[in-house]
C-alpha cells in the first residue's frame, strides 16, 4: 500500500547520521485527502490482522463506535513503519512514540493495535 506525496510542505522523515525523525504522521489517506474513517480505508490484510485483535467484526453495533479510532491508528502505525523501511529500519528501531488524542479513552484501542507492529 502506498501512502503516496506527503501533502504538507515538509519531510515525513529526515535522517541525521544513524538517526530518522519522522514528524507529522497522520491518519489522512492521501488519495482522497480525507481522514481514514473506517475499515475500508485499510487494505485487506490490515482489516485481516485488526480482526485478529476483535476488531473489524462486520457488526455494525460494534463497528461504528470503534471503527475511527482503530483504523487511524493502524493507519498511522503501517505509515511510520514503511517510513522506518524506507530508511532501512524497522518497528522495533523505534525509540519513540508520541501520539496525541482528543479522547484518552482511544488510547486503549490504540495500544491494541500498537501490538501488531
Do not use: C
Not at 501533502?7 to 504522521?25: E, H, I, L, Q, T
Not at 476488531?55 to 471503527?67: C, L, P
Not at 479510532?69 to 524497522?90: K, N, Y
Not at 488524542?101 to 482511544?106: E, G, T
Amino acid at each position: 500500500m502506498s501512502m503516496g506525496k506527503p501533502m504538507a510542505n515538509y519531510a515525513a522523515a529526515k535522517r541525521v547520521g544513524d538517526f530518522v525523525y519522522m514528524s507529522g504522521v497522520v491518519a489522512v489517506d492521501p488519495a482522497t485527502r480525507r481522514a481514514v474513517a473506517g475499515y475500508d480505508a485499510i487494505p485487506e490484510a490490515g482489516r485481516s490482522a485488526l480482526q485478529g485483535l476483535g476488531y473489524a467484526t462486520g457488526q455494525m453495533s460494534v463497528d461504528v463506535f470503534e471503527a475511527p479510532i482503530v483504523a487511524q491508528s493502524w493507519f498511522v502505525l503501517e505509515r511510520i513503519r514503511q517510513i522506518a523501511a524506507e530508511h532501512g529500519g524497522t518497528m522495533e528501531d523505534v525509540v519513540k512514540l508520541v501520539q496525541y488524542f482528543r479522547h484518552l479513552p482511544h488510547y486503549a484501542f490504540y495500544n491494541r493495535v500498537r501490538g501488531l507492529f
